[in-house]
Each structure stands twice: as C-alpha cells, then as structure tokens.
C-alpha cells in the first residue's frame, strides 16, 4: 500500500494513483512497470488504531495498466472475475472464518505471553509482562476496532495453545470477506504493538502447540436462499452441497500452494494434531479431517454451511476463495459423488484403517504441492496464465532457498556423524 494526502484524493478517486507495478511479481520482481490503482470508493474506512483527530483511512484498489485494462496479476481482481461466473448462475458465495493467531513477546525470545488455553477467561499473572490478562485486552481491543471498521465479529476467544486467540467474522460476502481479512491482520498486529506485543499469524510457530488455522464456513446461495439447505435430507444438506464438497476434496492438492502458500504451512498439516492431514470430511470435528458439515440446527432454514479447514490465516484469501469457488463449482457441473463420511476419530483408526487412509494423505511439505499445483489447469484456470506462471516461479525459488538451508535440526542429529 501507500499514502496520499486529503488534497490528492479527489483526483486519485477520479484518475487513480501509479506506482511501480514490479512490485506484484513478488520474488519475481526485475525491470519496472507502471501500474495504476483505482481506488473502491465502497470500500472506505477510518482506521481505528490511528489518532481520530488527524485521522487517516484505508481504501481498497483495483489495479489496471496504463490502458485502464485490468491486471493479471491483481488477486482482487481474479477473485472478481470469479465471483463475476458465478452472478452469471446467479449465485453468490459467503465465507465465515474462523482466524487463529499468537500474541508473543517479541520474534526472538518467541515467548507467549501468557499461560491459558481453550475458553480460558482466568488469567494466570505473567510476571515478565508489565499487564495482567494483556492477551484478552488487546483481542477486545481488536474486535472493537473491527467493529467501528464495518466489520462485525460473530465470537472471540482464547484458544488451544498459550498466548493463542481467535476472532470469528461474522459470514459475508467473498469480496467483502477477503477486504475484511486482510485488514483484521492489519489491525491485530498494529492494536498488538501499541502495547510492544507482536501478534503473529505464523501458521506453525512451535513444534509442541498448536498451528493456527482459519476454518473456513462456505455456503452458495441463489436467487437469495441458501443452495446447500435441504430441509428433507437427514443431513440437512442438499446434493449441490455434496458435490461442492466432493469438488474440494478432490481438487484441494491442486490448490494447496494458495490456501497453504508457505513452508512453515505444511509443518501445521503434517502435525497429527486438530489440523486436518487427509482428503475425508465428517460432520463432526474428528482429528485429521479436511471437511466438516455441520449438522443444520433445527431452528434455522439456512444455517447449512461446508467447514473448510485446511486454510491458514498466511494466506491470501482473494485467491484462496477463487479456488474454493472454481473447486466447488467443478463438483456441482460434473456431479462429483460425495464419499462416506468418517464417523469415529482418525485416533482410533486401526492400523489397516490408518493404511487406506494413508493414500488420501494431503501435500507434505510445499515442494510437494509445487508439483501438483504445476499440474492443474483448474488453477491455471482460475488464477490467468500470468499470475500462474508468477506464483509457481516465485514458489519454486523460495522451496529452493529452504533446500539449500541448512537448520538446527541437521546440524543437532549429523553433526558427529
């Protein structure tokens, strides 16, 4: 992002603002090229953590060339063009989700700043902190702040790990999520530093807790009602919601690369803890699994929704909600048959069980779902051939920075070899 003054905004809303478009190449990135952000009037907010008397706001962009075409490369932008096939079926797609993340020290010691866990509200005295129950205060701070930001919160509280919390947003559109989540990250580091606290949403920050995730709740609506409702099935979800989920099932090697774009996001999957691990879906919250379909309660017609769960909050969710759509959609036109469900905890698999299972294992590790993802031309399909081409290429140089790192790990089990 960057700045203007008051005095530039009229003719930045009118002509839009040109900044060096190399930038969108990521690691990519070699000679300039000039690009232009025009500025989303609708999407204006004042930011709260930001003194109210010279205030200052934010303003969503979208990016096109110096002929007005819009960018290849811009994710807002693929996300509308997306969102645009699915007006055509007169569908509209919402996203709830659920955003994890850690409140620490600083990025050196890596210390938690307290000691809680799940729906903890007792707060044990950390003596190294200067405030009590700092954790619970800067998370009340941030859905204060996202509120008077137009963004409405559904619930919030401490999770699993030490110095772990989570915000659910209330459920919307896939547009207006993906805005809303880039600028709660915003928000929760910048509420978390005004007290020298780093809020992180590293996926898998430690080896013995837990990762952060965000769970994602989809649901299609058409012509206003939501498509995944069928008031008649026992399920309490409709054949259009089994093949969208089919279509995530088998489409998720695919796409991984996007909803899970970052090395340290497959030290989260590959963890046998509540982070999903395998292609199979439950309707309750069992170890391991990639779906769940909660069951409709019976005081709601539209309360059906699909649980996404292998999305960390690392990544960009304009692209990762195209690729849920595309996935989806690919399921519902060529009628993906939903498997059976796996009704008891992975845990208690036997080893047989946990052998087929085994072959359903999702991408281990990023090099891993480089070369699926070079693969799919669902993807290719979904996010353009240029941004294609820029993500894969961008993707391979950082897995090949990490293959040639050498870690403490190594370093502590071969060094007397």
Known sequence: GFGITIDELESVLIDGASFDGSVMYGPQR???????????????????????????GRIMCNIVDGNGNPSNLDSRQILKNTLKKLKEEKMDFYVGPEIEYFYLKDSKSMETIDQETYFDQTTHFNPSLDKQDLGSELNRETVIGLEKMGIPVQKFQHEVSPGQHEIGLRYSDALTMADSIVTFKI?????????NILASFMPKPFSNYEGNGMHSHLSLFKNGKNLFVDQ??????????????AGLLKHVDEFMIITNQWINSYKRIATQNEAPSYKCWSNESTLGTLIRIPSRRKDSTDSSRIEFRVPDPACNPYLSFAMMISSGLEGIKNKYELEPQIKSSIKNFSDKEMKDLDKKRLPFNLGEAIQIAEKSSLLK?????????????????EWQEYSEYITDFEIGSSINL
């Open 232 to 245: 008649k099935s026992d399920s309490g979800i409709s054949k259009e919601a089994k093949f969208f989920t």
């Open 187 to 195: 928000l929760a580091k910048e509420m978390a530093m005004k007290e």
């Open 381 to 397: 399909n979904t996010i353009g051939k240029d941004a294609f081409e820029v993500y894969i290429e961008g993707k391979k140089k």
């Open 30 to 56: 070699s000679k300039e090229n000039e690009m232009i952000a025009i500025p989303d009037p609708s999407t204006f907010q004042i930011l709260p953590w930001r003194p109210q008397k010279l205030s200052v």
